[in-house]
């Protein structure tokens, strides 16, 4: 299995920023994609950024877009938020696609259990 733990969550002011990571360990072959999402209450889960493996091609949801940057060493990825406004307080979640196995498998989906980000105005 892969487990997946974030940190760096935290109660911050209205431009300010703060850098989460997320660890995989377990006894998996390979990572693959790995991402953070944002979920807010009564909202459901978005993705905000993502970054392959092979190449660490980035992706971002336009709302974070200039502000937030995502990076990765090996099997631990990061989410540096800059610039945080009231509106991206939220639940983050990381995320991971893996393999258990060699050969020919397809990857399976993982989660971490969140962790919270809080910004005042």
């Known amino acids: 299995q892969v487990q997946l733990e974030e940190s760096g969550g935290g109660l911050v002011q209205s431009g300010e920023g703060l850098k989460l990571s997320c660890v995989a360990s377990?006894?998996?072959?390979?990572?693959?994609?790995m991402a953070w999402y944002q979920q807010t209450p009564g909202k459901g889960r978005n993705l905000i950024a993502n970054?392959?493996?092979?190449?660490?091609v980035t992706n971002y949801a336009g709302t974070v877009k200039g502000r937030f940057t995502i990076s990765r060493d090996k099997n631990t990825v990061f989410l540096q938020m800059n610039n945080l406004q009231p509106d991206d307080t939220a639940v983050y979640f990381c995320?991971?696609?893996?393999?258990?196995?060699?050969?020919?498998?397809?990857?399976?989906?993982?989660w971490g259990r969140g962790t919270q980000v809080t910004v005042s105005s």
């Open positions: 995320n991971a696609w893996a393999t258990l196995t060699a050969g020919f498998v397809l990857p399976k989906e993982y």
């Open positions: 377990g006894n998996f072959f390979r990572i693959y994609t």
């Open positions: 970054i392959t493996n092979a190449d660490t």
